[in-house]
């Protein structure tokens, strides 16, 4: 083994070792990225690097659309459209078993489509509809694992952005990201209902029945869900449509969800204020993220490690869908230790080779032919399997971000139980990656169709 490959195992040994420490990730990578260059070309190499590395990766023009979607997601917290999307989806819901639930899930699903954060959507939401579920006498099970389940379709919902990030990453097409990400969004509200469904068929009074709303107030609550197409429909739509770049379509997002806060005057200076310092704070902390796994992919390609681990695969004779799986649970179980964005910079530089090399012996008919997967599709293809099984990472021991969150709201239920309510909607999350990977077309389809 050469030196360059022992320092680049050593590098990621500290690496684990400093997250291990509870160092921010962003030092962490800088760290060890810098200090690992040092040691393989010099000092002078770093330094020259530096002079100019944070310029080239924060001057992207698509990175410009991270802090104004964060920017909506924001402000559409502070503006009561989480209220109006619950009321409507349980005035359509509630009557039937677990239909509060379901609602919660409804909810949470069309405010990540105007947010893209996992854990804003579960603590906005969590403060919306745990009351209800609680006049209900839902199980605390129940209800808290639904808040924090539905929490994680704001991280693949566009507009998301993670998936953002990724696709910056990886230089592929924020656009065809997002329409790739629609059905598989689609898929796990509709599985996520159906665990309700099934819960509430085994245990039913962990999941009773809602009172059936009045013809006014029904018409009243699906009235005050307009708005939220509006955005929604104005903002993807627009995108899907070709009529806006992610960008000026995140900044037309902006302007309406002020606009509506205005307009139910549910938005103050001070609310304002509060949503563009979390912007301002969120964004930085992505921001230098992006550096430290620049420097670390800098170090880590000069090392040559996942250079050898990818030629160490092509002739270790494993399967091209055993290296999938490998890598897909690999994701799941960091996802236990580290948040969402940190990971997929983390490890997208070690994975992606990999995956190229094995790209076409994923899939192979009788006559041993590839599937058909160009190398452009499968980025798009891994990209969201990657961050479904990033979200596992958001409700899993020890880490599960979305539990910590919701045991905040619900101090009363024990976070166990929170777990055990969780594990349902685990499983669909399982059922949902098997789904994508035996079924590409799922994800590729839209792209497909559209392009």
């Known amino acids: 083994m050469s030196e360059s490959l022992i320092l680049g195992l050593g590098g990621l040994i500290a690496l684990v070792g400093l997250i291990a420490f509870r160092i921010p990730i962003a030092y962490a990578m800088i760290l060890v990225g ?3 260059t040092m040691l393989i070309n010099g000092p002078a190499l770093v330094f020259s690097q ?26 559409a917290s502070k503006t009561g459209l989480s209220k109006a999307l619950f009321r409507a989806a349980n005035a359509w819901l509630g009557w039937m078993p677990g239909g509060t639930a379901m609602a919660a899930i409804a909810g949470c699903a069309g405010f990540g489509a105007v947010c893209g954060s996992s854990l804003a959507t579960a603590s906005t939401m969590g403060k919306v509809a745990l009351p209800e579920l609680r006049r209900y006498n839902y199980s605390g099970a129940l209800a808290t694992g639904t808040l924090a389940a539905g929490g994680v379709l704001g991280i693949l919902i566009p507009p998301s952005v993670v998936l953002i990030i990724y696709a910056i990453i990886v230089e592929a097409n924020i656009v065809t990201m997002f329409m790739a990400a629609f059905l598989p969004g689609i898929l796990a509200v509709i599985l996520f209902l159906l665990t309700i469904a ?16 009045e013809r006014a107030e029904f018409i009243e609550a699906t009235i005050g869900m307009i708005p939220v197409l509006i955005i929604f429909g104005l903002v993807i739509g627009g995108i899907y449509a070709g009529l806006f770049n992610p960008t000026p379509a995140a900044s037309v997002g902006v302007f309406l969800v002020v606009i509506f806060g205005l307009l139910q005057r549910n938005l103050s200076w001070q609310g304002f204020r509060e949503a563009i310092l979390e912007t301002a704070s969120t964004t930085g902390m992505i921001y230098l993220i992006l550096l430290g796994a620049e420097l670390l992919k800098i170090f880590m390609s000069r090392s040559g490690l996942p250079q050898e681990a990818a030629l160490w695969v092509a002739n270790s004779g494993l399967t091209p869908m055993i290296v999938m799986v490998i890598l897909l649970v690999s994701l799941i179980l960091l996802g236990c230790l580290m948040d969402s964005l940190s990971m997929i910079l983390l490890v997208i530089p070690f994975f992606w080779p990999v995956l190229v090399e ?4 994923i899939y192979q008919g009788a006559d041993g032919a590839g599937y058909g ?17 990033v979200e596992l990472g958001l409700i899993t021991p020890p880490v599960g971000m979305n539990v910590f969150v919701i045991s905040s709201l619900a101090k009363d239920v024990p976070m166990i139980e929170t777990f055990k309510g969780v594990l349902p909607f685990f499983i669909a999350e399982i059922i949902r990656v098997v789904l994508l990977v035996a079924f590409p077309i799922l994800t590729l389809w839209l792209p497909r169709l559209l392009q």
């Open 198 to 213: 099934i819960y509430v068929a085994i245990w039913p009074e962990s999941g009773p029945k809602g009172g059936k709303p």
């Open 34 to 36: 810098g200090i690992g």
């Open 50 to 75: 530096l002079k100019t590395l944070a310029y080239g990766q924060f001057s992207i023009y698509d990175l410009s659309v991270v802090p104004m979607f964060i920017l909506m997601g924001a402000i």
């Open 358 to 361: 094995v790209n076409g012996g």
């Open 373 to 389: 997967m160009s190398t452009e599709e499968l980025k798009i293809w891994f990209g969201i399997l990657a961050l479904i099984v």
